[in-house]
């Protein structure tokens, strides 16, 4: 089946024109702005892998920092303990977190644990790994571990040792490689099967569906994709602390997006990220120009935002806009 | 290490967790009641820190004097939440209430952030050094007092709960909505009473933990995690489970950071949250849900 | 070719069924009636796999399936709709029945020509690119049913399909059974109240009352046993 059929024409074309004024857009960008570009897309990827999880299968998820952290400090310690490049370390970081998220689909589904209760068990486990890591040696715990950075004259990419362009053009890749993946899982058996389980999983099991597994299988997708954001966090950033990465807070930041843009849809994450912190980073200027800077004013407005979301957008930003532009029917 | 260590560890860990549990009361009071799970609940405990911090600062009063106005602030600042973000969605799936508080939560951690700086800050009442000795046992006079004071509050509370028609009413509530409104109460004012109440508790029990310790911005999700790991444990809807968890977490809290590292003493209120998930979910005093 | 034996489950102390045993032969259709409370959706959803029974066994085809999971009883063949309704409300009416026809298509979009196959038998064909939500009660009810079907079961649990439903909606229900049943030996075995629906559709019944069996049989000397109207009607009925 193609992965084309039932796209709309005029949905194609936006994509299109979107993904060419991406590919220009650090020709004509500032350093600032490019960093603000890479954050965008950091989040827009961030974003649809925890959608898989929440907007697919319907399992909420308040600690997915655990992932990226898992991911960062996997990648990131065979390189600076081994030498290891970050395209061999990735394969860990996936390894790793595909392990986390499986126990704790296993743990929380084995023993009927859902809804909210699931969600402060995602949040333990990552308070967890903060706390355990903070402890931990070879990672240089809360001293943090700090990736070697040289002087470079061109970039490599075997090693992640570039210009911020080259990172730039590598999240943007995984966006939209994700998006792609994201297209295809919601067409396939286990793309139905995940829906099917959020409406009504009584009714899914009813038809054969095997609940469990359909939800592993979500988790585990969800958590492997995660750690790819993470191995690229660690060697963009350059320096990882348990304190920050594993933080609750982070969890949140990267739930922002989608529920802002629309949970469940395949663009509501990408909208979602561009608003956010495209709007954050303009109040940000804005401040700036006016002679504010106090720190905090970015988390105020980003509650604000969920809050009016939340309250008059439900559904998200995006499927409004979507109706309106002709690419969505339904109410 | 001496048994008396352990000991006056435990002692103090049980009185600070009295406090605690008092907190956790407010939790299990909204949500047994009302239905929501209040993400905001650390964030509004240092609210009440905040706004002792600033009383004390400008009347020079016993922050035990004080919880009585904080805990009217905070109960109409509840009252109003309900009223205004919760009681016009309560139709609304679960996870999209969750997320209304978690924006609430944001907002105040951050506005506290930008009002009051990110530095800890604390009080020193007349007795912030006194302390009492019974036998072996030396407690801080400041723990006795505040756990006392959590004790009278709670006790309060049940009373109120038990014996007066309006707390029989919002136990109707509890126990069946549709009963409720078929008996001509008015569960929308009911329920904003009660989250009113449940904040009330949060906030007595803010001023409290400011004669024992100090408040930054950033402890406001660590005390939510706290209290959802008490309420669990000890059971949800259950208001003595809510003291019972609180001692509880308190003793393991205070014993954790003597027996390991004092920094990891939150693990293991966590491993104590995944093991009751796991095995008791209704928590120790909890009933199971129909 | 479902042989239920003995089965018996309480809650709590309350005995719900009791030592109930009867059997649906291959291609039949079988009611099952009694009054409210007399245990039948107890004993569907033992047999649907929702609960185990507390004894008792529950055979299909020759293989025992007591404790199986409710996915499992499906892949073996059993097919069941719920009293209420639970439709994927966010999926188109189409996406509804390709859920349960992925279970024995190779891929999509074989499934997707099967769904629409069965959903034009069942009248929904027009309806198929709605969403779910948008539908009426009956045409919920159908809904249902083709998810079912498109399980391709060959024992179909129908759970008070009837209830709500108007005496002209429930007569094309009955029809689209009848024919499934003589088209394809498609084996029924309904819960009822709507005794019309019974007495069209039923080569045999069942009669529960409090959790016990206590009379089947063909549905003409099932409606004039005693014990039966005393179970509905209470004691002082004139025969």
């Known amino acids: 089946m193609s992965l084309l059929e039932g796209v709309p024409r005029r949905g194609l074309a936006l994509l299109a024109a979107l993904l060419v004024l991406l590919l220009v857009f650090p020709m004509f960008a500032s350093g600032y702005l490019l960093a603000v570009g890479f954050l965008i897309l950091y989040f827009a990827y961030v974003g649809q892998a925890w959608n898989v999880m929440m907007g697919f299968a319907g399992q909420l998820s308040l600690g997915h920092s655990l992932y990226v952290g898992l991911g960062a400090y996997a990648a990131a310690a065979l390189y600076v303990h081994f030498g290891l490049s970050p395209w061999i370390g990735l394969g860990a970081a996936i390894a790793l977190c595909a392990l986390a998220g499986a126990a704790i689909g296993f743990l929380a589904f084995r023993f009927g644990v859902a809804g909210v209760y699931f969600a402060i068990l995602t949040i333990a486990f990552a308070e967890f790994a903060r706390i355990g890591f903070d402890h931990f040696a070879w990672v240089r715990g809360s001293s943090g571990l700090f990736l070697p950075v040289a002087n470079y004259t061109e970039n490599d990419l075997w090693n992640l040792r570039g210009s911020p362009t080259m990172f730039y053009y590598l999240m943007l890749a995984m966006t939209a490689g994700a998006f792609v993946l994201c297209h295809a899982l919601l067409r396939s058996r286990m793309g139905y099967y995940w829906q099917a389980i959020r409406e009504s999983p009584e009714a899914a099991e009813a038809l054969g569906v095997n609940v469990f597994r359909c939800k592993m299988v979500a988790v585990v997708i969800s958590a492997a994709m995660t750690s790819l954001a993470g191995v690229v966090f660690a060697f963009y950033y350059n320096n990882l602390f348990p304190e920050q990465i594993f933080h609750v807070s982070r969890s949140i930041e990267l739930i922002l997006g989608p529920i802002i843009g629309g949970i469940g849809t395949l663009f509501g994450p990408i909208v979602g990220a561009f608003l956010l912190t495209g709007l954050a980073e303009g109040l940000r200027e804005l401040m700036l120009q006016l002679g504010i800077d106090v720190p905090g004013v970015k988390q105020v407005f980003y509650g604000l935002c969920l809050l009016l979301v939340v309250v008059f957008l439900p559904d998200g930003v995006w499927p409004p806009i979507a109706r309106r532009l002709g690419l969505r029917r339904g109410p | ?290 | ?239």
């Open chain 2, 1 to 290: 290490m001496p048994v008396e260590i352990y000991l006056n560890v435990a002692a103090s860990g049980l009185l600070t967790g009295l406090v605690y549990g008092l907190m956790a009361l407010g939790l299990s009071v909204i949500f047994g009641v009302v239905r929501v799970v209040n993400f905001a609940h650390g964030e509004m405990m240092t609210l009440a820190m905040y706004l002792t911090l600033v009383l004390f600062g400008a009347l020079k009063l016993d922050p035990l004097v004080l919880l009585v106005p904080i805990a009217a602030a905070l109960f109409v600042f509840g009252y109003l939440l309900q009223i205004g973000l919760i009681n016009p969605f309560i139709n609304r799936p679960e996870h999209s209430q969750f997320m209304l508080l978690v924006a609430v939560a944001l907002i105040l951690v951050n506005v506290q952030l930008i009002v009051f700086g990110p530095d800890a800050q604390g009080i020193r009442t007349t007795y912030s050094f006194d302390s009492y000795q019974l036998g072996p046992l030396i407690v801080d006079a400041s723990k006795v007092y505040a756990a006392g004071a959590a004790l009278v509050v709670a006790a309060a509370l049940f009373a109120f709960f038990r014996f007066t028609l309006l707390g029989k009413a919002i136990r109707a509530c509890a126990d069946n909505y549709h009963g409720a409104l078929v008996v001509g109460l008015n569960v929308k004012r009911l329920y904003a009473l009660t989250f009113g109440i449940g904040a009330a508790c949060v906030g007595a029990a803010g001023a409290m933990l400011m004669a024992v310790t100090d408040v930054t911005p950033t402890i406001g999700p660590a005390y939510t995690l706290l209290a959802f790991v008490i309420v669990i444990t000890g059971g949800l809807g259950s208001m003595p489970g809510a003291l019972l968890g609180g001692l509880l977490i308190g003793l393991t809290e205070a014993l954790g950071g003597v027996l390991f590292t004092p920094s990891a003493k939150s693990m293991f209120a966590f491993g104590l949250l995944v093991l009751v998930l796991l095995f008791r979910p209704q928590g120790i005093l909890g009933r199971k849900a129909a």
């Open chain 3, 1 to 239: 070719m479902l042989e239920v034996e003995r089965l018996s489950k309480s809650f709590r102390g309350l005995h719900a069924v009791q030592e109930a045993s009867f059997a649906v032969a291959e291609g039949s259709i079988v009611g099952l009636i009694g009054p409210n409370g007399a245990g039948k959706t107890t004993i569907f959803n033992m047999v649907a796999g929702v609960f185990p029974p507390d004894s008792g066994s529950v055979v299909f085809q020759g293989k025992p399936i007591h404790g199986f999971r409710p996915d499992q009883v499906c892949a073996a063949g059993i097919g069941r709709t719920f009293q209420m309704v639970k439709p994927f409300a966010g999926l188109t009416v189409l996406d509804n029945v390709v859920v349960g026809a992925l279970l024995r298509e190779k891929n999509v979009s074989a499934a997707k020509s099967y769904a629409a196959g069965i959903l034009g038998r069942l009248g929904l064909g027009a309806k198929r690119d709605l969403l779910a939500s948008s539908l009426t009660l009956p045409d919920r009810k159908r809904l249902e049913v083709a998810r079912a079907l498109a399980t391709r079961p060959r024992l179909l649990l129908l759970d008070e399909v009837m209830a709500g439903l108007r005496p002209t909606e429930c007569d094309q229900i009955v029809a689209v059974f009848r024919e499934l049943n003589r088209d394809e030996g498609l084996a029924i075995l309904l819960i009822e109240h709507v005794m019309r629906a019974v007495m069209a559709l039923a080569q045999g019944i069942v009669v529960l009352h409090h959790g016990e069996v206590i009379a089947r049989g063909a549905p003409e000397a099932v409606v004039r046993d005693p014990a039966v109207l005393e179970s509905y009607l209470g004691e002082d009925v004139a025969l």
